[in-house]
């Protein structure tokens, strides 16, 4: 059974700094592409960034680039999202997502398996 299970969302004040983790089990990890994406309710999910297999290229919505980072340790079958410089249009619920084809990923986001999603709040 495929787990990703998202932790480190909250409430922080526009300018702060969030790390959000997503741990994987029941998956080869090191397999598949890794992929964020948040949703605002009454809006479609947004993707947000995307990190290859092999952690070697990175994928980013325009909106966050010079702000967000995605990384992975497949070692810990973990991908991180830092999120620096934090505006409220940030607020959102984010989730992970893991599918064997990064094109997949960052262009349709009909990714495999989903984590159930954390909250970010930006307060102003």
């Known amino acids: 059974q495929v787990q990703l299970v998202e932790s480190g969302g909250g409430l922080v004040q526009a300018g702060g700094s969030l790390r959000l983790s997503c741990a994987g089990s029941g998956l080869t990890f090191s397999s598949y592409a890794m992929g964020w994406f948040r949703q605002v309710p009454g809006k479609e999910r947004e993707f947000v960034a995307a990190?290859?297999?092999?952690?070697?290229?990175?994928y980013y919505v325009d909106s966050v680039k010079g702000r967000f980072t995605v990384s992975r340790n497949n070692a810990k079958n973990t991908v991180y999202l830092q999120m620096n410089s934090l505006k409220p249009e940030d607020t959102a619920v984010y989730y992970c997502a893991a599918d064997l084809s990064i094109r997949v990923v960052t262009y349709s986001g009909g990714c495999a398996y989903w984590g159930q999603g954390t909250q970010v709040t930006v307060s102003s």
């Open positions: 990190v290859s297999r092999s952690g070697s290229d990175t």
